[in-house]
Nanobody
Framework: QVQLVESGGGLVQPGGSLRLSCAAS????????MGWYRQAPGKQRESVAT???????NYADSVKGRFTISTDNTNNTVVLQMNSLKPKKTAIYYC??????????????WGQGTQVTVSS
């Protein structure tokens, strides 16, 4: 059994910051990569940032210079530090992981999502 648990979402003022965390729990798996996607009302889910287990990050153009993704490989955790958040950008942020289940091959997993609301 593998589970992704997200935390850190909430309400923040424009220009403020939030720190999202996602931990992969369970046993019998290894992580290839983890990342964050977001989905605003009426829009498609889009990639925000991803990072490999080796620490190589990739960012969407819209968040470069403002967001930072990092990993704690020991605890199978990915963190997204979000700075300079823009107004009217309410979205659900979803953690994702590409992993290998022992003896079962590759799998892609999603968390349940955490809402981020930017409002004054």
């Amino acid at each position: 059994q593998v589970q992704l648990v997200e935390s850190g979402g909430g309400l923040v003022q424009p220009g403020g910051s939030l720190r999202l965390s996602c931990a992969a729990s369970g046993s019998g798996f290894s992580i290839y990569a983890m990342g964050w996607y977001r989905q605003a009302p009426g829009k498609q889910r889009e990639s925000v940032a991803t990072i490999t287990s080796g620490g190589s990050p990739n960012y969407a153009d819209s968040v470069k210079g403002r967001f930072t993704i990092s990993t704690d490989n020991t605890n199978n955790t990915v963190v997204l530090q979000m700075n300079s958040l823009k107004p009217k950008k309410t979205a659900i942020y979803y953690c994702t992981a590409e992993l290998i289940v022992d003896g079962g091959g590759p799998y892609g997993c999603w968390g349940q999502g955490t809402q981020v609301t930017v409002s004054s």
